[in-house]
């Protein structure tokens, strides 16, 4: 058997990606599929998962995910070297009805095989959290954004992308099929290993009838997972009313509130966008005393990438029955730096911490940075997670800001 194809039949490279493709396939779809089961049974914020079920369904998802990467990569192989290969003709060319949509499937396998890893791993690169692709080259895609909207498109079309994968993949096995138990030709043996070339295929001609059918075909179902809200992002879990302004003697204008957890080892980051700050300062000229701050956080406002519906369920922010986090700080100035100290009160639980914290102060304009680490278990977020093998206990707290005295 030689490496490169001939006429009559398919050469070692071809075979070998062909049945890499198919192994790879029938690895994919199964772990996609129970593990989207698993991991819409992990997000279900009226459910306590455990950790062992949020551990299996992340590992089932970080390795769909690393197979479907594997097979983009492989796909592109196999395409590059299809380029510089002939192809044997079809053994039953003359029946044009049959060669044509055998030729329409060969095209969609081939392009599923591209689209739908590559919206699967623009899905995943647009969001943050919950599995990782098990490689040392990251997670995020050049051009992609962190962006639910871009993440919800990618997301449905990776769906419906592989409803068409699979049913081209059912007409290329069912054709193989009847070539070998109806036909009984050489259709089958020629992509084996240990078979000779075969007969010389007849004359066949070709066109662009079959490339510009499977378009239609993607475009087709592209159009009806629009329609029916596919493409469409899900509407957020229900936000908490807006906070009200507040009376300051300082007026935030620019600042975030950001958190990072650790899932499975890996960071997840999220803020809140919406908070308040009633601030009182006045910088001393020696450390002591120099003000307090009154915060005041909507829970319902955040975001943490995939995982926020569940964050926000029952057995973690709760934001349901606890709406909104104080802190009430006292400002001191220290030997290095500045820190808020005092009560934070979050699902119904007061905890006394401290914000440390640097100051630029320029006439009546400030910006600080500061950060803190929680424990998630002062607070009962997450008690079903007794260890840290699925959830970090830590939970890094930013704040930054840039702020104006008021006259």
């Known amino acids: ?50 950790d062992a079920e949020i551990a299996r ?31 044997p003709g079809l053994l039953n060319a003359e ?44 997670q995020s895609l050049p051009f992609v954004p962190k962006s639910t909207t871009v993440s919800a498109i990618a997301g449905g079309a990776h769906v419906i992308l592989m409803w068409v994968l699979v049913g081209a993949l059912a007409a290329h096995i069912g054709g193989a099929l009847k070539h070998f138990v109806i036909d009984r030709d050489f259709t089958l043996q020629r992509m084996l290993p240990g078979f000779g070339e075969g007969p010389q295929p007849p004359a066949g001609k070709h066109g662009v009838l079959p490339a510009l059918v499977a378009v239609a075909i993607w475009i087709a179902a592209l159009g009806g997972g629009a329609a029916t809200g596919m493409l469409t992002p899900p ?21 975030s509130l950001a958190i990072t957890v650790q899932q499975m080892g890996k960071p997840v980051a999220g803020s809140f966008s919406d908070w ?15 003000g307090k701050v009154d915060v005041q956080v909507a829970i ?11 964050a926000l369920g029952a057995d973690f922010f709760d934001a349901g029955q606890f709406p909104t986090a104080t802190f009430a700080g006292q400002i001191e100035k220290t030997t290095d730096g500045y820190v808020a100290k005092g009560p934070l009160t979050l699902r119904g639980a ?44 830590s939970v890094k707290v930013e704040v930054n800001l840039t702020a104006t005295r008021g006259h």
């Open 95 to 138: 029946n044009r009805l049959e060669a044509t949509a055998a030729e329409i499937a060969h095209w969609l396998l081939y392009g599923s095989l591209v689209l739908v890893p590559l919206t699967g791993w623009i899905d995943h690169a647009a969001t943050t959290g919950f599995a990782p692709i098990l490689w040392p080259f990251g």
């Open 1 to 50: 058997m030689t490496l490169a194809n001939t006429t009559r039949s398919y050469g070692a490279v071809t075979k070998t990606f062909h049945w890499l493709t198919a192994l790879l396939i029938f690895t994919v779809l199964p772990l996609g599929w129970f593990a989207a089961d698993l991991a819409e049974q992990v997000r279900d914020p009226a459910a306590s998962a455990s």
């Open 235 to 255: 509407e957020g879990a229900p936000q908490a009313a807006r906070l009200a302004e507040v009376a300051s003697d300082w007026t935030v204008e620019t600042g």
């Open 350 to 393: 007061t905890v006394d911490i401290e914000l440390p914290f640097t100051l630029a102060l320029d006439g009546d304009t400030a910006t600080m940075e500061g950060s803190t680490t929680l424990d998630r278990m002062a607070f009962g977020i997450g008690t079903s997670m007794a260890n840290e093998s699925s959830l970090g206990f």
């Open 300 to 310: 319902g406002s955040l975001t943490l990438g995939s995982v926020t519906t569940q």
């Open 57 to 87: 369904a992340a590992l089932l998802f970080s390795l769909h995910k690393t197979v479907g990467v594997t097979i983009f990569f492989v796909a592109l192989l196999r395409i590059l070297w299809a380029l510089t290969q002939r192809k």
């Open 276 to 290: 308040t700050a009633a601030i009182t300062f006045d910088d001393p000229s020696a450390p002591g005393p120099a």
